[in-house]
T-cell receptor, first 110, second 114 residues
Framework: KNEVEQSPQNLTAQEGEFITINCSYS?????LHWLQQHPGGGIVSLFM???GKKKHGRLIATINIQEKHSSLHITASHPRDSAVYIC????????????FGTGTSLTVIP | NAGVTQTPKFRILKIGQSMTLQCTQD?????MYWYRQDPGMGLKLIYY???????DKGEVPNGYNVSRSTTEDFPLRLELAAPSQTSVYFC?????????????FGPGTRLTVT
């Protein structure tokens, strides 16, 4: 069983739709990261959070530590949001290591 | 700042050959990581380093070696390449001493072993 599970695995949306990607984890964590992997393969960090909620533009990330769950929301989705979104956690007991989900592949259709 | 750079971008190896994947960061980060990404799988940690002269194994270290002689460089060595090592390899770095600063990723190296 993976320490980090994401859902859905694949998601297709029409431009303008509100999108939610979910991440559940099974270990105690010091931080959770949301990453975006572009079709060309590059990976960039979107958010790092350990509690509450963060917002960057049309992206919102929330975390519930008690429920071991995080969500990434995209408002007014756009075709340029098409990418793979990866959830990663830094475990309390694993020191400097991160565990990664398998990613959610998002396609936004014009 | 160039961030995290990796070379080469692509490489084809024959079974049994060896090679070194280069990784350099110019952000003075203490922590550096090597991951592999296989289709349909999450990133898996191969090796990591918490500072120059210190390295440690991750989840999937077999068949690989690393060194960290400087803060900037963290090369990954493949000895006796096998088809199972066909993957995309990412190097990453982060700052902070024990704090959860975000990771910065290199562009990746796509390796095929035939």
């Amino acid at each position: 069983k993976n320490e980090v599970e994401q859902s859905p695995q694949n998601l297709t949306a029409q431009e303008g739709e509100f999108i939610t990607i979910n991440c559940s984890y099974s270990v105690g964590i010091s931080a959770l990261h949301w990453l975006q992997q572009h079709p060309g393969g590059g990976i960039v960090s979107l958010f790092m959070l350990s509690s509450g909620k963060k917002k960057h533009g049309r992206l919102i990330a929330t975390i519930n530590i008690q429920e071991k769950h995080s969500s990434l929301h995209i408002t007014a989705s756009h075709p340029r949001d098409s990418a793979v979104y990866i959830c990663a956690v830094r475990g309390l007991r694993t020191g400097n290591q991160f565990y990664f989900g398998t990613g959610t592949s998002l396609t936004v259709i014009p | 700042n160039a961030g995290v750079t990796q070379t080469p971008k692509f490489r084809i190896l024959k079974i049994g050959q060896s090679m070194t994947l280069q990784c350099t960061q110019d952000m003075n980060h203490n922590y550096m990581y090597w991951y592999r990404q296989d289709p349909g799988m999450g990133l898996k940690l191969i090796y990591y380093s918490v500072g120059a002269g210190i390295t440690d194994k991750g989840e999937v270290p077999n068949g690989y070696n690393v060194s960290r002689s400087t803060t900037e460089d963290f090369p990954l060595r493949l000895e006796l390449a096998a088809p199972s090592q066909t993957s995309v390899y990412f190097c990453a770095s982060r700052g902070g001493l024990g704090r959860s600063y975000e990771q910065y990723f290199g562009p990746g190296t796509r390796l095929t072993v035939t």
